[in-house]
């Protein structure tokens, strides 16, 4: 008495190998990124970073500097750290 199940087909050693060798090309395939998901992906890096760094600016000069944490919003400032660098 055969049922149809736990009925296998025997396959060849190179058969099982063909076999293994497509499924892991299939599992190793990646969609590949479109152009404006990149794009979208590297102006929120930017945005991301610029925002770090006014805030680390604000930490160090409120926290540490025992200055108004504001006051790194002022040009003024900027320009003052740019004339000690350069000046």
Known sequence: MQSGQGQYKVRSRSERH???AKK???NK???????????????LLMVVAIIALFVGSMIGYGVLG???PL??????????IYRL???
Request: glycine residues 8%; aromatic residues 6%.
């Open 24 to 26: 892991e090309k299939q």
């Open 18 to 20: 063909q076999l293994e």
């Open 29 to 43: 395939e990646v969609k590949p990124r479109t152009k404006a998901k990149t794009h979208q992906l590297a102006l």
């Open 66 to 68: 025992k200055g108004n």
């Open 71 to 80: 006051q790194v919003l002022n040009p003024g400032t900027w320009i003052h």
């Open 85 to 87: 660098i350069f000046g």
